[in-house]
């Protein structure tokens, strides 16, 4: 019998791949989720005040391959070594080649300066709401100009502090869900906003269309040696840059409270996602709530009861703090500093895992003192981020 040699080669292939795989799957019994805010958005590579920027801009430094930022990034990112990791702030780029491929290749996987080259095989983005323009005076001051405060999420253009998600585990991308669109009005006792005679902040129209989320809400199913991680992204607006209506501190709680709701066993009948489904996560579910609160339970100005009611969910393994010895130095009089996951002095970020399917193996926030090895790498804020990447290697149990 005379044999095709390519397909007796794919043959060989597959059987080694098999082989490859559950080797894998072997020692998928420990991963690493991360987050980390990088900046990666084009104000951030242009002189303050330049007009007409876009994620042009931010395309233009990837493709160069050479960006220092942007390398220290990928080299904070390469020392880690998550499994999965969310970028939060990273431009939404429509093209793949020009955007997350590009950073992929062009940055993760060149290994420098002592830094191994890292590879994600999978990754997830998508549209977000910042930089939306809508219709209305969002703000109340007078001009509708659809974009800034305007947009359905602060930006200056669609896409501005996009998201991302990489990993190095298949995405199950049919089964992903998004809520982008679902709209504020739709959360039962949603903080609503009022001016100071009681009067209704938003006129009706812009009440009816307003979508909840300032970017959005994803439910990103990752395939872990035949078991389903549910990552739930999202990346609330800053609980600031409003006025007395605290419109923005609202919207953030209720933001955060969408994923305590969502992760519940009962009140979430309400939500719907971008394709129409109803209902939340099923109560079995193993997950992983990850990405920039911009809330802490114990400092600044949010309307804390958000964040402090997900991190008292049953189903949240919120215990023991990721911490720095970076972060406990650059506020030595702060009990609350070691857990500090930004340059601007709070816990900003998180990686919650569900106490369901997982047992906490260690924890950190990559932030060195400084003379400490890779300390550079956190030194000013263009060194990398304001932000800090936030770490939790677990055992899947």
């Not at 958005?41 to 007009?51: D, I, P, W």
Request: proline content about 5%; overall charge neutral.
């Amino acid at each position: 019998m005379k044999f095709d040699t390519i397909k007796v080669a794919a043959i060989g292939l597959a059987i080694l791949c098999s082989g490859m795989e559950t080797q894998a799957q072997k020692k998928s019994t420990e991963l690493t989720f991360a987050t980390y805010n990088v900046s990666m958005e084009a104000e951030n590579y242009v002189k303050k005040g330049t007009t007409g920027i876009s994620e042009r801009v931010l395309i233009k430094e990837l493709a160069s391959g050479n960006h220092a930022q942007i390398k220290n990034i990928a080299k904070i990112i390469q020392t880690v070594r998550p499994d999965v990791i969310l970028l939060n702030e990273f431009d939404y780029i429509k093209d793949p080649k020009e955007g997350v491929l590009q950073f992929v290749k062009g940055y993760l996987e060149k290994g420098e300066n002592g830094a191994k080259g890292i590879t994600y095989p999978y990754h997830y983005y998508g549209t977000v709401n910042t930089g939306q323009p809508s219709p209305y005076d969002l703000d109340n001051n007078g001009v509708a100009s659809k974009t800034g405060a305007d947009a359905w999420g602060f930006g200056m253009y669609p896409g501005q502090y996009g998201m991302m998600l990489l990993s190095k585990y298949p995405i199950d991308v049919a089964k992903v869900r998004t809520f982008q669109h679902f709209r504020w009005k739709d959360m039962p006792g949603a903080l609503k906003t009022v001016k100071a005679d009681g009067t209704d902040w938003y006129s009706a129209d812009a009440w009816a269309n307003f979508p909840l989320s300032s970017k959005s809400h994803w439910d990103v199913p990752v395939l872990v040696g035949g078991k389903t991680i549910h990552i739930l992204a999202s990346h609330p607006t800053p609980p600031a840059f409003d006025g007395a209506e605290d419109r923005n501190g609202k919207r953030n709680h209720d933001e955060i409270r969408f994923w305590t709701d969502y992760i519940s066993d009962s009140g979430n009948e309400y939500i719907y996602d971008d394709k129409g489904k109803k209902g939340g996560l099923s109560k079995n579910a193993t997950f992983v709530i990850m990405g920039d609160q911009n809330a802490s339970p114990v400092e600044g100005n949010a309307v804390a009861e958000g964040i402090k009611s997900l991190l008292a969910s049953p189903k949240v393994n919120s215990e023991n703090a990721p911490a720095s010895k970076g972060g406990a130095e650059h506020s030595p009089n702060n009990p609350f500093a070691k857990n500090h996951t930004a340059f601007w002095r709070m816990r900003a970020d998180y990686v919650l895992p569900s106490k369901l399917g997982f047992k906490i193996l260690d924890n950190g926030v990559f932030w060195p003192a400084k003379g400490e090895p890779l300390s550079e790498l956190v030194e000013k804020r263009e060194s990398s981020s304001d932000h800090r990447l936030v770490w939790v290697k677990v055992k899947v149990e």
